[in-house]
């Protein structure tokens, strides 16, 4: 399993929170309660008991918002990371350009971010067309764009599920990414192509897709095929060499026999001298793999 010391400045953030948080929370107590002055000196003279309160009280909200241990033990140690020469996000012109280039139906722009406030964990912005505006159905916008990126890497590329994801009962969204997408949608309406955070993977390494899923803050969720294709098409320098960290889509869920089971992820990698996409167990954890996500703001 990775573990990882916390850092200086994730101390100092977590005492801010609690340092405000008691000061309003003590403001606000004694305001409502109206103690005197006994009665505040009475809490005082128990000051050890008041204190063993707060403390517990921390401690039990610190574990419950900290990392699962769901699926723990789905989790290797990794040092795979991003060879071929990516490092972050390209402008979102630049990724805008590019996406004209290959989806020339596109003509209402981008929608409006606060460019400076990169949401925590993200390594930038990336632009990602609504899957509504290139195909009438999810699988069909997953299907083009694998067909764009055949289209762009030639031979460099091979689609191992082509015939099966046409059926909606082999691969579907997940309802956290679908809930994710309809409020990011709703803060960026009336334009086909959305500004999303995300990451390529590194923050995953070496945790099975599911482990990825359960460990993921209230804000973050997973990107599905769709997702990491468009950001593989406008970042193609991300995944060039066997050794870049290949890629879990922990948005989408994948059903080998269309019985209802959901027990695979899609992914991304490179082999061979080429890049692939196909389906994966989601339980199994490889130091190879680490799952793309995102963040709402």
């Known amino acids: 399993m990775t573990t990882q010391s916390i850092t ?23 305001e409502s ?3 005197d002055k006994n009665g505040l000196q009475r809490v005082i003279e128990h000051g050890d008991e008041y204190q063993a309160a707060i403390e517990a009280t ?16 789905e989790e290797v140690n990794s040092d795979y990371g991003y060879p071929s020469g990516y490092r972050e996000a390209r402008r979102v012109g630049q990724q805008m350009a590019v996406l004209h280039h290959y989806f020339p139906q596109l003509q209402r ?21 609504r899957w509504q505006t290139l195909a009438p159905t999810y699988n069909q916008a997953v299907e ?7 289209m762009a890497r030639g031979d460099e590329f091979l689609n191992r599920r082509q015939i099966e994801l046409l059926s909606p009962d082999r691969l579907r969204e997940t309802e956290r990414k679908q809930l994710a997408f309809e409020r990011i949608s ?4 009336s334009h086909e192509v959305l500004v999303v955070g995300a990451q390529f993977g590194l923050r995953h390494r070496g945790r099975s897709d599911r482990r990825a899923r359960a460990v993921m803050g209230r804000r973050e969720f997973g990107l599905g095929a769709f997702e990491v294709g468009i950001m593989l098409l406008t970042h193609p320098e991300r995944l060039k060499r066997s050794n870049d960290l290949w890629i879990y889509c922990a948005g989408d869920e994948y059903s080998s026999d269309a019985d209802g089971r959901l027990e695979f992820t899609p992914y991304f990698r490179f082999g061979d001298g080429r890049l692939e996409f196909s389906t994966h167990w989601f339980d199994r954890a490889y130091g190879r793999f680490g799952s793309a996500s995102a963040f709402l703001y």
């Open 33 to 35: 309660m109206n103690l």
């Open 144 to 150: 083009r764009v694998l067909d764009v990126l055949e």
């Open 186 to 189: 709703n803060e960026q309406t």
């Open 58 to 73: 921390i401690t039990a909200k610190l574990k419950e918002l900290s990392l699962t241990e769901q699926f723990d033990n």
């Open 109 to 129: 722009g981008l929608g409006y971010v606060d460019w400076r406030n990169v949401p925590q964990g993200a390594e930038g912005y990336f632009a990602i067309p």
């Open 8 to 30: 200086s400045g994730q101390e100092r953030q977590i005492m801010l929170f609690t340092h405000e948080a008691a000061k309003n929370g003590i403001l606000n107590a004694l």
